[in-house]
């Protein structure tokens, strides 16, 4: 049985009142939602209200989980639907950073290949390419970062991210393909690419 079965099952028992099943969600979704909205709300205080607030949303809304789209799916919508919300309340908008450490920068293969041998200026160059990294995240429009943080970060899929940002998969496609490429952009001088370069 897969996540989505095992999740819906979890989902189904939770709306008949089986409070233990969605404690099990919870558990299992707190760490990922938490990261997620902490890309938004950077306070980590609030971060934490802030996911509290999502998972009570998603079970006030649990009666109306018909199971169209994966639980985790629906429950990020939410999370960055709430993120954006108390954001607004505050009278913030969004972050327009999104920070990366060397660890999550791994889906970008340019880290891939610095960390290969551990010498002072591997090291130097890995903290300058985190820095263009963060530095292009920041700049990126939230449609895009929001998109690339999903795919990259989360590891969600096209369908997934389509799902969550209320949009097509071809929009998704799109978005993620246009952060991509202006992070590589932004990458070339410092690794010494040329711009046919693919990443």
């Known amino acids: 049985m897969g996540d989505r079965e095992v999740d819906q ?26 990261r997620l909205i902490s890309r938004f709300v950077r306070d980590s205080a609030e971060a934490e209200d802030v996911t509290q607030e999502a ?14 789209s994966a639980f985790y799916t629906w429950l990020y919508r939410i999370g960055i639907n709430t993120a954006k919300n108390y954001l607004v309340s505050l009278g913030r908008r969004a972050p327009t950073s999104t920070p990366l ?12 290949l610095l960390q290969d041998v551990s010498t002072p200026e591997n090291e130097l160059m890995s903290k300058q390419v985190v820095g263009v990294v963060n530095d292009t995240l920041q700049k990126l429009p939230e449609d895009l970062r929001t998109a690339l943080t999903l795919r990259e970060i989360e590891g969600l899929s096209y369908e997934e991210i389509a799902e969550i940002m209320s949009c097509p998969i071809g929009t998704v496609r799109s978005r993620i393909f246009r952060a991509r490429e202006t992070i590589a952009t932004n990458l070339r001088p410092l690794l010494g690419t040329s711009n046919d370069k693919r990443w």
């Open 9 to 34: 099952q979890l989902v189904e028992r939770a709306q008949r009142g089986d409070k233990h099943a969605f404690e099990l969600l919870v558990g299992k979704y707190q760490r990922r939602l938490g």
């Open 55 to 68: 998972f009570i949303k998603a079970y006030r809304a649990l009666p109306a989980f018909r199971g169209e």
């Open 101 to 112: 450490d060397i660890e999550e920068s791994e889906d970008f293969e340019a880290i891939d």
